[in-house]
């Protein structure tokens, strides 16, 4: 069976400072991979996504994630981290098609000023 | 603005009713999916129709359904409400069946009371 698992509960960073949130996935053939954000209030955002290709990809809002098979992680980075980005990320693994998506437990990040 | 749009943002109902939940798909997209955001389950997939027609089904209750109409929006229907039924509950769409990403609204808040 698929999971995800997103090691850290809660991360506070200071407004500038560089992002990684974790992401390890178990999947038994080449994963699709996403990050969503949710805001206060907010439904779940795109932030990227990895079907195949180049490990690294580009999203909104200045993210990136590394696809990285040997490690099963698909990891959410950013250089400098804005007071708006505070929000609910969740890392998701699927099979292509959204009836199989299987979501993390999520990453509730705080940026102070 | 992911373009799927739901209605109503917020539900407050009392135990054993039944309410009905709306999902408008973006544009052009032909496949609605149906996810419970809850505290103690995280985010779980519940149903899929794609063109009308039921295309995959997740964790969803015998007291839940759903449909969806020609011109492609989707209604989910919860009844005999429980007190654990309170929940976020969202909807996605996407162009095609697979390989591809799913946008979500802003969801449905459903309290129990």
């Known amino acids: 069976a698929q999971s995800v698992t997103q090691p850290d509960i809660h991360i506070t960073v200071s407004e500038g400072a560089s992002l990684e949130l974790r992401c390890n996935y178990s999947?038994?053939?080449?994963?699709?991979l996403f990050w969503y954000v949710q805001s206060p209030g907010q439904g779940l955002q795109l932030l990227l996504k990895y079907f195949s290709g180049d490990t690294l990809v580009q999203g909104i809002k200045g993210f990136e994630a590394e696809f990285k098979r040997s490690q099963s992680s698909f990891n959410l980075r950013k250089p400098s981290v804005h007071w708006s980005d505070a929000a609910e990320y969740f890392c998701a693994v699927g099979a292509g098609t959204a009836s199989k998506l299987t979501f993390g437990t999520g990453t509730r990040l705080q940026v102070t000023l | 603005d992911s373009g799927v749009t739901q209605t109503p943002k917020h539900l407050i109902t009392a135990t054993g009713q039944r309410v009905t939940l709306r999902c408008s798909p973006r544009?052009?997209?032909?496949?609605v999916y149906w996810y419970q955001q809850s505290l103690d389950q995280g985010l779980q997939f519940l149903i899929q129709y794609y063109n009308g027609e039921e295309r995959a089904k997740g964790n969803i209750l015998e007291r839940f359904s759903a449909q969806q109409f020609p011109d492609l929006h989707s209604e989910l229907n919860l009844s005999s409400l429980e007190l654990g039924d309170s929940a976020l509950y969202f909807c996605?769409?996407?162009?095609?069946?697979?390989?591809?990403?799913?946008?979500f609204g802003q969801g449905t808040r459903l309290t129990v009371v």
């Open positions: 999947y038994g053939a080449t994963p699709y």
């Open positions: 996605a769409s996407s162009a095609r069946d697979s390989n591809t990403e799913a946008f």
């Open positions: 544009s052009g997209d032909l496949s």
